[in-house]
Nanobody
Framework: QVQLVESGGSVVQAGGSLRLSCAAS????????MAWYRQSPGKQRDLVAS???????TYADSLKGRFTISRDSTKVAVYLQMNSLKPEDTAVYFC???????????WGQGTQVTVSS
C-alpha cells in the first residue's frame, strides 16, 4: 500500500512564498513519476507540475517561472517551491505518484494553500 503525505500548506500574503513537501511510503518501484495538482472549490483538479523518474519536468503554462518542482533522489519525495503567490493560487494542493509497473495513480489527502490579498 502506497501512502502520500503532503505538508507545508498555509496562509500567506500575496507576493509571498511557500514550499510544499510530499513524502511517500510503502512499496514503490523505482520507475515512478510524481506531480502536484490543485483544486479550488467548484473547479476541476488541474495539473500544476510534474517530474518524471528521469527528472524531466512539466509545468502548467500559467505557472512557469513562479513554481518549481523537484524531487529527492535518495527517497520518494517531491517538493513544490511556490514564489510570488497570488490569491488565485488559493487551492488544495494534491501530491500524485504514478507507478509504471502497475500503471497506478496514488493521491495524497491534500494540503490547503490560502493566499490573502
Amino acid at each position: 500500500q502506497v501512502q502520500l503525505v503532503e505538508s507545508g500548506g498555509s496562509v500567506v500574503q500575496a507576493g509571498g512564498s511557500l514550499r510544499l513537501s510530499c513524502a511517500a511510503s510503502g512499496t514503490i518501484f523505482s520507475q515512478h513519476d510524481m506531480a502536484w495538482y490543485r483544486q479550488s472549490p467548484g473547479k476541476q483538479r488541474d495539473l500544476v507540475a510534474s517530474i518524471t523518474y528521469r527528472g524531466r519536468t512539466t509545468y502548467a503554462d500559467s505557472l512557469k517561472g513562479r513554481f518549481t518542482i523537484s524531487r529527492d533522489s535518495t527517497k520518494v519525495a517531491v517538493y513544490l517551491q511556490m514564489n510570488s503567490l497570488k490569491p488565485e493560487d488559493t487551492a488544495v494542493y494534491f501530491c500524485n505518484l504514478y507507478t509504471y509497473f502497475d500503471r497506478t495513480n496514488y493521491w495524497g489527502q491534500g494540503t490547503q494553500v490560502t493566499v490573502s490579498s
